[in-house]
């Protein structure tokens, strides 16, 4: 019931980045997290199913909701079908006083027994089976007309878990013989990363409350990689939260580095992270691109601009952003993103560098927003550009170094 009661307030709008898990009781979260996430994955085929097993409009949000999430836990533990149906129908109990056991009872069912009718069609159908809003994939297809299925797969799988091993504390060597001890499997990815075989809860992950290391996917690594600010270098991580970039950018050298992030309850969590590694930096609530309130004139050697973005590249890993976002969301992006960019080309040194970061897989806030920078920066020079498809390996980012003539 909590899972769907969390899923609920998700398809009315709520993000799960608002705390919605929070309010679970801590012993039951991994369970209902596992099924929040795995259900909004799934939401495009379960909404198919339920679309040819209700006779009429459901209109009451928990309930639908409630079959959402049973129907997702069928589908994944078939030998616990009798299970699932008892605690769903349970479960309707406690919503809408109770009218609503029968008709969750007789879905489940009737699932059950159309079972391989209802996964046959759902396959057939490409558009359905993407599990993505019909937007999304048009534009997917538009830009990666070979790539756009792999793009999609990934989107609908569970994400794999990297690590960043903290240099300063400890070898990568040393740290893999760590979890190798503890019967984790990882492999080296990158200067410093491990990629685990299969996640594991970061209370299991030795030294992590020491600050041995952090989670972090490969490809956000290669954030600090890119930019790689010599040592003493003056250093803004222009949209900072929840600090890994910085970590990651101090525990490669020693830096001047000023972090910010718009919300206080934000630069709180950059703190936090700091603190666990050991590591300092200047932290500050503020607008990245308003610089009176912030800039005390004194130039940056280089900037990090990890703007706000869709999250498109990482949906696997936000799962509500499928279907919380909005094509004119884009737009919205692409349009606070070129403010950001322009204010801080001003606070960038002549000869110093610019890392642009998304976390999106489309053009508007990529490609095509460096190209429309660099016609209104003429003394903007373009360095490297990499826009990195999500796969088995990492998620979706996109990557442009600017230096300034």
Known sequence: LEAARIDTAVLAGQSLADGLLGRVDPAARPAVQ?????????????????????????????????????????????????????????????????????????????????????????????????????????????????????????????????????????????????????????????????????????????????????????????????????????????????????AHLLERSELDLLALDLKPSRCRRIAETLTRLGLTARIEAADCAKLTTWWDGRPFDAVLADVPCTASGVVRRNPDAKWLRREADIASFAAAQARILDALWQVLRPGGKLLYATCSVFPAENAEQIASFLQRQPKACRRHEEQLLPTAEHDGFYYCLLEKR
Request: hydrophobic share 45%; charged share 20%.
């Open 34 to 246: 596992d099924l929040v996430y795995g259900s909004l994955r799934a939401y495009g085929c379960g909404d198919f199913y339920l679309a040819r097993l209700l006779t009429k409009p459901l209109y009451v949000d928990e309930v639908r909701a409630l079959l959402l999430v049973a129907i997702y836990r069928l589908e994944t533990r078939p030998d616990a079908v009798h299970t699932v149906v008892d605690q769903a129908v349970s479960a309707a109990g406690e919503i809408a006083g109770g009218n609503f056991r029968g008709l969750v009872n007789g879905v489940l069912r009737n699932f059950l027994r159309q079972q391989s009718a209802l996964t046959a069609a759902f396959d057939a159908d490409t558009d359905a089976s993407a599990m993505h809003p019909d937007w999304w994939l048009a534009r997917l297809r538009a830009a990666y007309p070979d790539d756009w299925p792999a793009i999609v797969a990934a989107g609908n799988a569970p994400p794999p878990m990297g690590l960043r091993v903290n240099g300063r504390r400890i070898a990568r060597d040393e740290y893999q013989k760590l979890l190798a001890a503890e019967g984790i499997a990882a492999r080296p990815t990158g200067e410093c990363g491990l990629a685990l075989d299969r996640p594991v809860s970061v209370d299991t992950l030795p030294g992590f409350a020491d600050g041995l290391v952090s989670v972090q996917d490969p490809g956000a690594q290669q954030a600090a990689t890119l930019l790689n600010p010599a040592p003493g270098s003056h250093v803004l991580d222009a949209c900072a939260a929840p600090g890994g970039k910085t």
